[in-house]
C-alpha cells in the first residue's frame, strides 16, 4: 500500500473506487463538485452528471435496486432537491449499498445559504458519518458502504468545506469488486403504495433501534482520555480545531452523528468537569446531550453562524487569554467577485439596467450581476425559482416595470423548464432570459445536456434549447449575440412588448473555455477620451482610469491588455468613438 496527499473530495472519490462502486452520479455544486470529477476518472466505474439531484439520486438508487454500489454526490442545497427519493429510500433500502454524500458550505464561500443537512439524517431516519480528514473521508466511504448493505439503508456521508478541500494523508489501498447479483422484483419492499408503506416504516423503526446499538460499540466514536477538568464532544473539522487549541482536554471524537451513541456520550458526561460542545453552525449534538440531561457549554460560547476556525474555538474555550496562530496578512487589497472580463453576460445586465427591468435571477455566474456597477439583478432564491418568481409578480401586480426571468443554461435544464412549462400553462406573458453559456460555468466548467457532452467525455445528444422552449408552447423565441448589444436590446424590447410569453437565448461560449485565438486588445484614444464614464459602467476588470486625482467624469479611461478579451463591450458604449480594436500610434 502506498500513501499520498489527497483532498478529501478526492479521497471520497478514491475510497468509492476501492469499496467497488459501480454508478455513481452527481449535479455539479461547490464544495462537493470534484467528487464526481476525480471518481469519473477510475475504470470500472460509470459516472455521470445528472441533470439535477433529484434525478442523480434516483439513478443511484437504480442502480443500488440492481445490486451495484452506488453513490449520488451533491452540496447541501442539493439534498434539498433530493430530499424527495431520500424520505422513500429510507423506507425501500436497497441490494447494493447506496451512500449519499451531501457537503456543507459553512461560511457560505459559494452558496445562498448555509443550512446544517444533519438535520436530514434524523428525519429520514437514516445513518450519517462525518470525516474529519481525508484519510477518514476515504475510509468512511468504505464504511458506509458496508453498513447501507448491512441495515439495509441509504447513508449520508456529510463533509464541509474545509474537509472537502484541505489535504491530507491518505493510505491508498485495492478495489473490492463487488458484482451486481441483478434486480429482484419484491412489491412489498420497492412498491410504495400506503399498505406496503405502513409495514416498511415499522421496519425502519427496527432499524433505528439496531443502529443505536451499533452506535455505542463502533470505533467510529471515540473518546481520547487525557485531563478531565475539560471534556469536548466534537465531531468532523471542529474536531481538528479541539486538538490544535486544546490538546490536554479529554476528547469524544463522534465520526457517526446519527444515531448519537447515548450510553458512551452520558459515561463520558459524568467523568469530566466542564463538558464542552464544540460544533459547526446548529447546535445538532448539543441539542441531543442537553435531552439526556447534561448542560455543556456550546452555542453560548461558539457561534452559531459562519464556519469555525482555532481562534473561534480557542476563545470559546478560553476567552481572550490563548494565542493560536499568528495573524494572517491584513493589508492585502480587497478582491470581490466579478464577472470576468470578456464575460458574455456582461453586457446582458447593461441593458436590463438601462430598461430598468426587475429581474428575477438564479444561480450562477449571473448572480454576479447584482454587484454594481452593473445592479441588476433583484432577486436570488434557489436553482430555477427566477422564473416562478417572475410569473408570480405578474399575476400579483403591475407596477409599469419590465419584468425579466433569467437563468443559465445548466440551471434552466436543472430546474427551469418545468417553471417555464407553468408560465405557458398558467397563461402568463413573462419573459425569460436564458444565459447560454455552454457549460456549468460557476463549478468548474462542467457538461450538461446541452453541451452535447458527457463527464467522461463521450458525445450524446445535444439538447436544443429554442426547440424545446417551442415544444413547450412559447411561441417567441429569439437566440441573439448578447456581446451585440444594439441586437439584444432589440430583441428584449420586443419581447417585452409581446403580450404572449417570450423566451430569448442569449448565446456565446464562456470566455474561459473559447477556442483561444490571438486577441488584439481595444484601445483607448485619450485625445478622443471625455472622461464619461460611461465604459466604466459595464464593471469590466480590465476598464480603469489613467492617472489619479480628480472627479471621475473628467478622468480618462485605460484598458489593460492583459486583461481585455476584445469583447468590444466598451467600444459599443463609448459615445464618443474613443475605444478601438487598432491601438493609435
Given at each position: 500500500?502506498?500513501?499520498?496527499?489527497?483532498?478529501?473530495?478526492?479521497?471520497?472519490?478514491?475510497?468509492?473506487?476501492?469499496?467497488?462502486?459501480?454508478?455513481?452520479?452527481?449535479?455539479?455544486?461547490?464544495?462537493?463538485?470534484?467528487?464526481?470529477?476525480?471518481?469519473?476518472?477510475?475504470?470500472?466505474?460509470?459516472?455521470?452528471?445528472?441533470?439535477?439531484?433529484?434525478?442523480?439520486?434516483?439513478?443511484?438508487?437504480?442502480?443500488?435496486?440492481?445490486?451495484?454500489?452506488?453513490?449520488?454526490?451533491?452540496?447541501?442545497?442539493?439534498?434539498?432537491?433530493?430530499?424527495?427519493?431520500?424520505?422513500?429510500?429510507?423506507?425501500?433500502?436497497?441490494?447494493?449499498?447506496?451512500?449519499?454524500?451531501?457537503?456543507?458550505?459553512?461560511?457560505?464561500?459559494?452558496?445562498?445559504?448555509?443550512?446544517?443537512?444533519?438535520?436530514?439524517?434524523?428525519?429520514?431516519?437514516?445513518?450519517?458519518?462525518?470525516?474529519?480528514?481525508?484519510?477518514?473521508?476515504?475510509?468512511?466511504?468504505?464504511?458506509?458502504?458496508?453498513?447501507?448493505?448491512?441495515?439495509?439503508?441509504?447513508?449520508?456521508?456529510?463533509?464541509?468545506?474545509?474537509?472537502?478541500?484541505?489535504?491530507?494523508?491518505?493510505?491508498?489501498?485495492?478495489?473490492?469488486?463487488?458484482?451486481?447479483?441483478?434486480?429482484?422484483?419484491?412489491?412489498?419492499?420497492?412498491?410504495?403504495?400506503?399498505?406496503?408503506?405502513?409495514?416498511?416504516?415499522?421496519?425502519?423503526?427496527?432499524?433505528?433501534?439496531?443502529?443505536?446499538?451499533?452506535?455505542?460499540?463502533?470505533?467510529?466514536?471515540?473518546?481520547?482520555?487525557?485531563?478531565?477538568?475539560?471534556?469536548?464532544?466534537?465531531?468532523?473539522?471542529?474536531?481538528?480545531?479541539?486538538?490544535?487549541?486544546?490538546?490536554?482536554?479529554?476528547?469524544?471524537?463522534?465520526?457517526?452523528?446519527?444515531?448519537?451513541?447515548?450510553?458512551?456520550?452520558?459515561?463520558?458526561?459524568?467523568?469530566?468537569?466542564?463538558?464542552?460542545?464544540?460544533?459547526?453552525?446548529?447546535?445538532?449534538?448539543?441539542?441531543?446531550?442537553?435531552?439526556?440531561?447534561?448542560?455543556?457549554?456550546?452555542?453560548?460560547?461558539?457561534?452559531?453562524?459562519?464556519?469555525?476556525?482555532?481562534?473561534?474555538?480557542?476563545?470559546?474555550?478560553?476567552?481572550?487569554?490563548?494565542?493560536?496562530?499568528?495573524?494572517?496578512?491584513?493589508?492585502?487589497?480587497?478582491?470581490?467577485?466579478?464577472?470576468?472580463?470578456?464575460?458574455?453576460?456582461?453586457?446582458?445586465?447593461?441593458?436590463?439596467?438601462?430598461?430598468?427591468?426587475?429581474?428575477?435571477?438564479?444561480?450562477?455566474?449571473?448572480?454576479?450581476?447584482?454587484?454594481?456597477?452593473?445592479?441588476?439583478?433583484?432577486?436570488?432564491?434557489?436553482?430555477?425559482?427566477?422564473?416562478?418568481?417572475?410569473?408570480?409578480?405578474?399575476?400579483?401586480?403591475?407596477?409599469?416595470?419590465?419584468?425579466?426571468?433569467?437563468?443559465?443554461?445548466?440551471t434552466f435544464v436543472h430546474s427551469g423548464i418545468t417553471g417555464l412549462i407553468n408560465i405557458v400553462y398558467n397563461r402568463g406573458?413573462?419573459?425569460?432570459?436564458?444565459?447560454?453559456?455552454?457549460?456549468?460555468?460557476?463549478?468548474?466548467?462542467?457538461?450538461?445536456?446541452?453541451?452535447?457532452?458527457?463527464?467522461?467525455?463521450?458525445?450524446?445528444?445535444?439538447?436544443?434549447?429554442?426547440?424545446?422552449?417551442?415544444?413547450?408552447?412559447?411561441?417567441?423565441?429569439?437566440?441573439?449575440?448578447?456581446?451585440?448589444?444594439?441586437?439584444?436590446?432589440?430583441?428584449?424590447?420586443?419581447?417585452?412588448?409581446?403580450?404572449?410569453?417570450?423566451?430569448?437565448?442569449?448565446?456565446?461560449?464562456?470566455?474561459?473555455?473559447?477556442?483561444?485565438?490571438?486577441?488584439?486588445?481595444?484601445?483607448?484614444?485619450?485625445?478622443?477620451?471625455?472622461?464619461?464614464?460611461?465604459?466604466?459602467?459595464?464593471?469590466?476588470?480590465?476598464?480603469?482610469?489613467?492617472?489619479?486625482?480628480?472627479?471621475?467624469?473628467?478622468?480618462?479611461?485605460?484598458?489593460?491588455?492583459?486583461?481585455?478579451?476584445?469583447?468590444?463591450?466598451?467600444?459599443?458604449?463609448?459615445?464618443?468613438?474613443?475605444?478601438?480594436?487598432?491601438?493609435?500610434?
Amino acid at each position: 500500500m502506498s500513501k499520498t496527499l489527497l483532498s478529501g473530495n478526492e479521497a471520497i472519490a478514491r475510497g468509492a473506487f476501492e469499496a467497488g462502486v459501480r454508478v455513481a452520479a452527481a449535479y455539479p455544486g461547490t464544495p462537493s463538485t470534484e467528487i464526481l470529477e476525480f471518481l469519473a476518472k477510475y475504470p470500472g466505474v460509470y459516472a455521470e452528471w445528472s441533470v439535477n439531484e433529484k434525478v442523480a439520486l434516483e439513478v443511484a438508487i437504480g442502480g443500488s435496486l440492481a445490486g451495484a454500489r452506488s453513490l449520488a454526490a451533491m452540496k447541501h442545497v442539493g439534498l434539498n432537491v433530493a430530499a424527495d427519493p431520500l424520505m422513500t429510500a429510507s423506507y425501500v433500502g436497497g441490494k447494493g449499498g447506496l451512500v449519499i454524500v451531501t457537503a456543507d458550505d459553512p461560511g457560505m464561500h459559494s452558496s445562498q445559504n448555509e443550512q446544517d443537512n444533519r438535520h436530514y439524517a434524523r428525519l429520514a431516519k437514516v445513518p450519517m458519518l462525518e470525516p474529519s480528514d481525508s484519510r477518514e473521508a476515504k475510509d468512511y466511504i468504505i464504511t458506509a458502504f458496508r453498513l447501507s448493505e448491512e441495515y439495509d439503508t441509504p447513508v449520508l456521508v456529510r463533509t464541509t468545506t474545509r474537509i472537502a478541500h484541505a489535504r491530507s494523508t491518505v493510505e491508498l489501498g485495492e478495489r473490492e469488486e463487488h458484482e451486481p447479483e441483478g434486480f429482484v422484483s419484491n412489491h412489498q419492499k420497492y412498491v410504495m403504495i400506503p399498505a406496503h408503506a405502513r409495514k416498511r416504516h415499522l421496519l425502519v423503526e427496527e432499524r433505528m433501534a439496531r443502529l443505536n446499538a451499533f452506535a455505542e460499540s463502533t470505533l467510529l466514536n471515540r473518546v481520547e482520555w487525557n485531563s478531565r477538568e475539560i471534556g469536548i464532544i466534537t465531531s468532523g473539522v471542529s474536531y481538528q480545531y479541539v486538538k490544535e487549541v486544546c490538546p490536554e482536554a479529554s476528547v469524544l471524537k463522534l465520526g457517526l452523528l446519527y444515531p448519537l451513541p447515548r450510553k458512551l456520550i452520558e459515561d463520558f458526561a459524568r467523568k469530566v468537569k466542564q463538558l464542552f460542545v464544540v460544533e459547526e453552525l446548529d447546535p445538532f449534538i448539543e441539542d441531543q446531550v442537553r435531552m439526556l440531561g447534561f448542560s455543556p457549554l456550546g452555542k453560548e460560547r461558539f457561534p452559531i453562524t459562519g464556519e469555525l476556525t482555532p481562534a473561534l474555538v480557542a476563545k470559546g474555550l478560553f476567552g481572550e487569554t490563548k494565542t493560536v496562530m499568528p495573524s494572517p496578512v491584513d493589508d492585502l487589497p480587497l478582491r470581490p467577485p466579478v464577472l470576468c472580463p470578456g464575460c458574455p453576460h456582461r453586457g446582458v445586465f447593461h441593458i436590463l439596467k438601462k430598461l430598468k427591468c426587475t429581474v428575477f435571477g438564479d444561480i450562477g455566474c449571473y448572480t454576479l450581476g447584482v454587484l454594481p456597477p452593473l445592479a441588476a439583478l433583484d432577486t436570488c432564491i434557489c436553482m430555477g425559482a427566477g422564473i416562478g418568481n417572475a410569473l408570480g409578480h405578474e399575476k400579483a401586480i403591475d407596477d409599469g416595470r419590465p419584468v425579466v426571468a433569467v437563468i443559465g443554461d445548466s440551471t434552466f435544464v436543472h430546474s427551469g423548464i418545468t417553471g417555464l412549462i407553468n408560465i405557458v400553462y398558467n397563461r402568463g406573458h413573462s419573459t425569460v432570459l436564458i444565459l447560454d453559456n455552454a457549460t456549468t460555468a460557476m463549478t468548474g466548467h462542467q457538461d450538461h445536456p446541452a453541451t452535447g457532452r458527457t463527464l467522461q467525455s463521450q458525445p450524446t445528444f445535444l439538447l436544443p434549447l429554442e426547440d424545446l422552449a417551442r415544444a413547450i408552447g412559447i411561441k417567441d423565441v429569439t437566440v441573439v449575440d448578447p456581446r451585440r448589444l444594439a441586437q439584444t436590446e432589440r430583441a428584449l424590447k420586443s419581447a417585452l412588448a409581446n403580450p404572449e410569453p417570450s423566451v430569448i437565448i442569449a448565446r456565446c461560449p464562456c470566455v474561459l473555455i473559447a477556442k483561444k485565438q490571438e486577441i488584439k486588445p481595444l484601445a483607448v484614444d485619450e485625445e478622443k477620451c471625455a472622461g464619461c464614464g460611461l465604459c466604466l459602467r459595464l464593471g469590466c476588470p480590465g476598464l480603469g482610469i489613467a492617472g489619479s486625482g480628480g472627479a471621475t467624469r473628467k478622468r480618462k479611461v485605460k484598458i489593460n491588455a492583459a486583461l481585455c478579451q476584445a469583447c468590444g463591450l466598451c467600444e459599443q458604449v463609448c459615445t464618443s468613438k474613443a475605444i478601438s480594436r487598432i491601438s493609435p500610434d
